[in-house]
C-alpha cells in the first residue's frame, strides 16, 4: 500500500511517546517518575461518574446528533454565558471528541493547501501536525524566557502575509504555563481583525490559574472580536475528564454548519455516555476544580524553586495550567554522570530517563530546544523525588 504525502509529514507525538515509555518501564519493574503527562492525576468526580452509570442503566447508549445532545449543547451556552459574559446560541456549539478534535476540525474547516497559520513557539505539539494535514504551513513566532513566552502584537504583525489564513492562541500555555492579559490579547487580535484573519483561541486551561489572575477570554474582549474568533475549551482539564473525550467549541453559524459536515463523516457524535458526564460536570458543582489548583499551586511552588537550585537550570514560574518549561542549555556542552555530554532537548530526556529514571518531554517537541517539559500534574512526593534524581543526574 501507498501511504499519502500529506500523512507522512504528520510526526507522531513525543509527549504520548514519552508517557508511553515510562509506563512500560514501570510495567517492566523499573521505577520511573513521570512528568510527562498532560492530563490531571485526581480522579473524575464521583457524580459525573455516577451521571455516566446512569446512562448506561437508562439505555443512553445509541448515536446522537453529531454536533452534540440539545441539553449538552444548552448547558455550555450557560457557561460561556456564566463564566465569560458571551451570548451563543446552541446553533453556534458543536461537541467533538476532545478539545484537540474540536481544534482539528476548526483547522481543516479554515485552512486551504498553502495557506499559513501564526503559530507562537513554543507551542502545542498538534498545532503544527493539524496545519501539515490541512496542507497548510506554519509560520512560527519565536518566543523566549526573557518575554514570558508571549509572543507580541508587532510580532504578529511583521509575521502577516498575503498568504496568511488563522493564527493559534493559547492562554494559559502548554507547555509553557505563560498567561495572557487582556490588554496583550487585545493589541494582537486588533492586528489580526485589520487583516482579517481568523483565530482559533484554545482556552482548554481557562480554570488552572494563579496567583489571583483572571481568565481573559478572547471573543470576551471586544464585540468585533467574536465573529472572528472560534472559542475552544472542553471537560479535560478542568474535571479531569481526560479519557472522557469531550471538548467542544464556539463560532459562527456557518463555521460551525461546515464543521459539523465534517465531524459527520468522520466521528460522528461524541459519545452518548461521555456527554452525559460532561452534562453533570458544567451543571454540578464546581469546586473540584478550585481544589485541584490550590494543589497544583503547592507543587508548581516546590517545583520552580527546586529546579532553580539546579545549576544550568533556568525556570520561570507558570501562571497557569500544570507545566513547567525550564531552560536547561546550560547543561549543554558539560559533561555529567559517567562523562556523558548532551547537547540537546532529546539528548538530555534520554539521559535521563537511562541515568536517573526520570521521563520529561523534550522542548523541541514544542519548538524549543533549549527547554524541557516537566508536568507537575503528579503526587508532591513523585516530585520531590523526580527532582532529586535529576539534580544528581545532573552534576556536571
Known amino acids: 500500500m501507498r501511504i499519502s504525502e500529506r500523512v507522512k509529514q504528520i510526526s507522531p507525538s513525543m509527549t504520548l511517546a514519552v508517557t508511553s515509555k515510562a509506563k512500560q518501564l514501570k510495567a517492566q519493574g523499573v521505577d520511573v517518575v513521570g512528568f510527562g503527562a498532560g492530563e490531571p492525576d485526581f480522579d473524575t468526580p464521583d457524580e459525573i461518574k455516577e451521571a455516566a452509570k446512569r446512562a448506561i442503566d437508562e439505555g443512553f447508549t445509541k448515536y446522537t446528533p453529531s454536533a452534540g445532545i440539545p441539553e449538552l449543547r444548552k448547558a455550555i451556552c450557560e457557561?460561556?454565558?456564566?463564566?465569560?459574559?458571551?451570548?451563543?446560541?446552541?446553533?453556534?456549539?458543536?461537541?467533538?471528541?476532545?478539545?484537540?478534535?474540536?481544534?482539528?476540525?476548526?483547522?481543516?474547516?479554515l485552512v486551504n493547501p498553502g495557506d499559513e497559520v501564526i503559530i507562537q513557539?513554543?507551542?502545542?505539539?498538534?498545532?503544527?501536525?493539524?496545519?501539515?494535514?490541512?496542507?497548510?504551513?506554519?509560520?512560527?513566532?519565536?518566543?523566549?524566557?526573557?518575554q514570558e513566552f508571549k509572543m507580541t502584537s508587532d510580532q504578529v504583525h511583521d509575521a502577516i502575509t498575503n498568504r496568511t489564513a488563522l493564527c493559534i492562541i493559547n492562554s494559559p500555555s502548554n507547555p509553557t504555563g505563560a498567561v495572557y492579559n487582556a490588554d496583550e490579547l487585545?493589541?494582537?487580535?486588533?492586528?489580526?481583525?485589520?487583516h482579517g484573519i481568523s483565530v482559533?483561541?484554545?482556552?482548554?486551561?481557562?480554570?488552572?490559574?494563579?496567583?489571583?489572575?483572571?481568565?481573559?477570554?478572547?471573543p470576551a474582549l471586544q464585540p468585533e472580536f467574536k465573529d472572528s474568533t472560534i472559542l475552544v475549551n472542553g471537560v479535560s482539564k478542568t474535571y479531569s475528564m481526560t479519557g472522557w473525550r469531550i471538548g467542544y467549541l464556539a463560532a459562527p453559524r456557518e463555521i460551525v454548519a461546515a464543521m459539523e459536515r465534517l465531524q459527520d463523516h468522520s466521528t460522528s457524535n461524541p459519545t452518548s455516555i461521555s456527554q452525559k458526564a460532561a452534562l453533570a460536570a458544567l451543571r454540578g458543582d464546581q469546586l473540584a476544580a478550585a481544589k485541584m489548583v490550590k494543589a497544583f499551586d503547592e507543587r508548581r511552588q516546590y517545583i520552580v524553586k527546586a529546579l532553580n537550585e539546579i545549576p544550568g537550570?533556568?525556570?520561570?514560574?507558570?501562571?497557569?495550567?500544570?507545566?513547567?518549561?525550564?531552560?536547561?542549555?546550560g547543561i549543554y556542552g558539560k559533561k555529567l554522570g559517567g562523562g556523558k555530554t548532551v547537547n540537546g532537548s532529546l539528548e538530555l530526556t534520554d539521559y535521563l530517563l537511562d541515568k536517573?529514571?526520570?521521563?520529561?518531554?523534550?522542548g523541541i517537541a514544542f519548538g524549543n530546544d533549549r527547554c524541557i517539559r516537566l508536568s507537575y500534574a503528579t503526587s508532591?512526593?513523585?516530585?520531590?523525588?523526580?527532582i532529586t534524581r535529576m539534580a544528581e543526574a545532573l552534576k556536571a
Open 79 to 109: 457557561k460561556f454565558k456564566t463564566d465569560n459574559g458571551l451570548d451563543y446560541p446552541p446553533e453556534q456549539i458543536l461537541v467533538s471528541c476532545g478539545a484537540k478534535h474540536s481544534i482539528y476540525n476548526s483547522v481543516q474547516t
Open 121 to 146: 513557539a513554543p507551542y502545542w505539539v498538534s498545532y503544527p501536525e493539524f496545519v501539515k494535514a490541512a496542507g497548510g504551513k506554519c509560520v512560527y513566532i519565536e518566543t523566549g524566557v526573557e
Open 186 to 194: 487585545t493589541a494582537i487580535m486588533d492586528v489580526l481583525i485589520d
Open 200 to 218: 482559533i483561541s484554545d482556552e482548554i486551561y481557562e480554570k488552572i490559574l494563579y496567583d489571583g489572575l483572571r481568565h481573559a477570554c478572547v
Open 313 to 329: 537550570v533556568r525556570c520561570p514560574m507558570p501562571k497557569g495550567a500544570f507545566y513547567v518549561f525550564p531552560d536547561v542549555s
Open 356 to 362: 536517573a529514571r526520570v521521563a520529561v518531554v523534550p
Open 380 to 386: 508532591l512526593e513523585a516530585i520531590k523525588e523526580g
